[in-house]
């Protein structure tokens, strides 16, 4: 069973029919550790959000091009799952939208500053309405950490960087 990392960022549960009592909120302490990852978490959200809004795609593809120095074996799932729950905790609490870009954006410049090689992939897709949606993911080691519930839904464009660095295993 998969024990949640930042449960006070957590929507408490829905009550149920079944539920006699009121579920109390929870009031899990975070460590310092903690608080300082989602101070990242929400300060690389603020600084994705307003490079979207002020670089052209074409500066941002190339940056997020650029390999980053690969310290850490590519399998270390627990901790880019533990800057990606950051993220999302974030992604739904800051006053203004942020969408897949702005979190994969976040997340991949997180983890290569930790030294975890990544992989932001961009793809496209069709709606309902006949029209062109996109949608960015992220992978590490060849798995989806962030992004991955409708990534089957796109075809995958490309690939940032385009090679996977020279992971340590």
């Not at 729950?85 to 939208?97: F, H, M, N, Y």
């Not at 590490?140 to 690939?159: D, N, R």
Request: charged share 20%.
């Amino acid at each position: 069973m998969k024990r949640p990392v930042f449960r006070y960022f957590q929507a408490p549960p829905k009550k149920t029919l079944m539920s006699a009592s009121p579920t109390p909120p929870t009031t899990a302490r975070l460590g310092i550790r903690d608080w300082a990852l989602l101070l990242e978490a929400a300060l690389a959200l603020s600084v994705t959000s307003l490079v979207i809004a002020v670089f052209p795609f074409r500066r941002i593809a190339g940056w997020a091009s650029t390999r980053g120095i690969v310290t850490r074996p590519s399998s270390d799932h627990a901790g880019a799952l533990r800057v990606a729950q950051a993220i999302e905790s974030w992604g739904r609490r800051l006053p203004w939208k942020t969408v897949c870009f702005q979190k994969g954006l976040a997340l991949h410049w997180m983890l290569r500053r930790r030294g975890i090689s990544t992989r932001l992939h961009y793809g496209v897709g069709h709606s309902s309405k006949k029209a062109l949606r996109a949608h960015v993911w992220i992978s590490v080691g060849g798995e989806i950490v962030m992004g991955g519930e409708v990534a089957h839904e796109f075809t995958c464009l490309a690939v940032f960087p385009s090679q996977p660095a020279n992971a340590v295993h």
